[in-house]
């Protein structure tokens, strides 16, 4: 591709930036050096981050200490990729870099990497650029033949190229993204999906806030020249364009945008394009086909004559249809191919039967807030009364409760005096209350079992203790060890079944200080 830009190299351009670069950045003593705000550098179309090495080096070399960073993003061919397509990715690209410049960052953009650099700063809420240097940019489009254009289109000409640009598929090409005819402009404005939009001539729902965020720029500088050779005409570099006759009129002169729609436009959708696309195709139809035959006419003489039959033939047929195409604003796109309708794009799913309404915008449902639907709203500690006694947060909702003897009214909130308890509540509860003493009834049986093991393990003891009284006199170390694991054994087993009775009856005492009520303090 090097030899489409022969007379447009960027280092050219770099003497044109030197005075202007000495503006934004001007020489500091040696102890200060280091306190210059970033840079960064965009390239243009067919270009790459190696084609500004040399305004890479004149910064290093004039500005010690300058952060330059020169994005290698849609190199060479990957430049034509839909220019939306490409702010997002520099939009990915420049957000760290801005977050670490407090004092905010220099923006130099060159070519069609200028359109690029002016819709980043219109979508970035927060961004931080302090000075945007626009630098041989068609800001108000390119009309004229190029070289790239002859290698892109070799057999349309200018005149003819809005016939590519301005439909669907055109528009996936960055070039036609900013082809500006001046002698289509209505099929220009109804199209565009990149310039029109950036520029304010169309009105779409963001245009208010896009506006805004332009403005947060601190200085904007514009470069351009007769000599350009490519940007066509080279007014555009400085918002000035070519009206229907091919006269330029200056920034000043151009004509105001149109005032917005009365009645509005479909949720996320910027242009509705009424397209006429020729038709060419095959059609099948019967063609009569004369056969001559001999036979007999009046006074029994031959005469020649024909019958007419039928045979299915091919017919090519032209013709021109209307189509209609629309094209979404950014942060929106189609359900499928043929949509009419655009729908909102969230980066993260919303969660707990949100809707996402608008561009990483979630519409939670009842009970869930935070921006993705993802916090449960405690409905309990807000400032408005939910229930009359007790409430409880669950997910997404809350649930009232009631202290005895009160219970939960019909609306779910307030409790009243309830009714006596219904025969069939009664029978569970004293279906519960058997159940309890039988347990309790096993309990007695379990304990005096074991009060029987110990006293016939404490006779055992008592009579143990007399055979080792009797076996003491020797020394103890002449105990055999049998003899010792056999004792201290027994006496572990007896210290288990005491503990174990201790237990038994402390249940037993729990039981006896129990007054039967089953039912919790609270009930919903």
């Given at each position: 591709m090097p030899g489409l830009w022969r007379q447009r190299l960027p280092s050219?351009?770099?003497?044109?930036?030197?005075?202007f670069l000495q503006l934004l950045m001007p020489a500091a003593p040696a102890p200060h050096r280091g306190s210059y705000k970033p840079v960064i550098v965009v390239h243009g179309l067919f270009d790459s981050s190696y084609s500004f090495r040399h305004l890479l080096d004149y910064i290093n070399e004039t500005h010690p200490g300058t952060v330059v960073t020169v994005l290698d993003l849609f190199d060479g061919r990957e430049s034509l990729r839909p220019l939306w397509e490409?702010?997002?990715?520099?939009?990915?690209?420049?957000?760290?870099?801005m977050e670490k410049a407090a004092e905010g960052v220099h923006l130099i953009c060159y070519s069609q990497g200028g359109l690029v650099c002016r819709a980043l700063l219109s979508v970035m809420d927060e961004h931080n650029v302090d000075s945007f240097i626009s630098l041989s940019s068609p800001q108000m489009g390119q009309y004229g033949d190029t070289d790239y254009l002859k290698w892109l289109f070799p057999t349309s000409m200018r005149s003819n190229l809005y016939r590519i640009c301005y439909s669907p598929w055109g528009q996936e090409f960055s070039i036609c993204n900013y082809w500006h005819d001046p002698h289509h402009d209505d099929l220009y404005l109804n199209a565009s999906s990149f310039l029109a939009l950036i520029n304010g001539e169309r009105d779409h729902p963001n245009a208010t806030a896009w506006r805004k965020n332009f403005l947060r720029v601190g200085r904007l500088v514009l470069i351009g020249g007769p000599d350009d050779g490519v940007i066509t005409p080279w007014q555009s570099s400085f918002f000035g364009f070519y009206d229907a006759n091919e006269t330029v009129l200056e920034m000043?002169?151009?004509?105001?945008?149109p005032p917005p729609p009365r009645h509005g436009c479909s949720v996320g959708v910027c242009s509705n394009q009424t397209l006429v696309v020729p038709l060419r195709y095959n059609e099948s139809y019967s063609q009569p086909v004369y056969k001559p035959y001999l036979t007999l006419c009046a006074g029994r003489r031959v005469c020649s004559t024909y019958r007419t039959t039928y045979r299915v033939a091919w017919r090519e047929v032209r013709r021109e249809v209307q189509q209609t195409?629309?094209?979404?604003c950014q942060g929106w796109k189609k359900p499928h191919p043929g949509a009419l309708?655009?729908?909102?794009?969230?980066?993260?799913?919303?969660l707990n039967g949100g809707v996402c309404t608008g561009p990483d915008q979630c519409e939670c449902a009842p009970g869930w807030g935070g921006k993705h639907c993802h916090v449960d709203v405690d409905e309990c500690r807000t400032s408005f009364t939910l229930c009359s006694h007790g409430c409880l947060n669950t997910p997404g909702s809350f649930t009232c409760g009631c202290p005895q003897p009160l219970v939960l009214g019909s609306d779910g909130r307030t409790c009243a005096a309830g009714p006596l308890e219904s025969s069939t509540n009664a029978s569970i509860l004293s279906v519960e209350v058997r159940e309890a003493e039988r347990e309790e009834q096993n309990l007695r049986w379990e304990v005096a079992e074991l009060r029987a093991r110990l006293e016939r393990l404490e006779q055992w003891a008592t009579q143990a203790g007399a055979w080792v009284r009797a076996v003491l006199p020797m020394p103890p170390e002449e105990l055999q060890p049998e003899q010792v694991a056999e004792l201290w054994g027994r006496g572990d087993r007896i210290e288990s079944l005491s503990d174990q009775v201790l237990l038994l009856e402390e249940k037993l005492g729990a039981c006896a200080c129990e007054d039967n009520s089953l039912g919790p303090n609270f009930h919903g």
């Open positions: 050219a351009w770099v003497l044109l930036l030197l005075p490409q702010v997002q990715g520099f939009r990915e690209a420049v957000g760290p870099i000043e002169e151009q004509p105001c945008p195409h629309v094209v979404c309708t655009c729908e909102a794009i969230c980066s993260k799913p919303c």
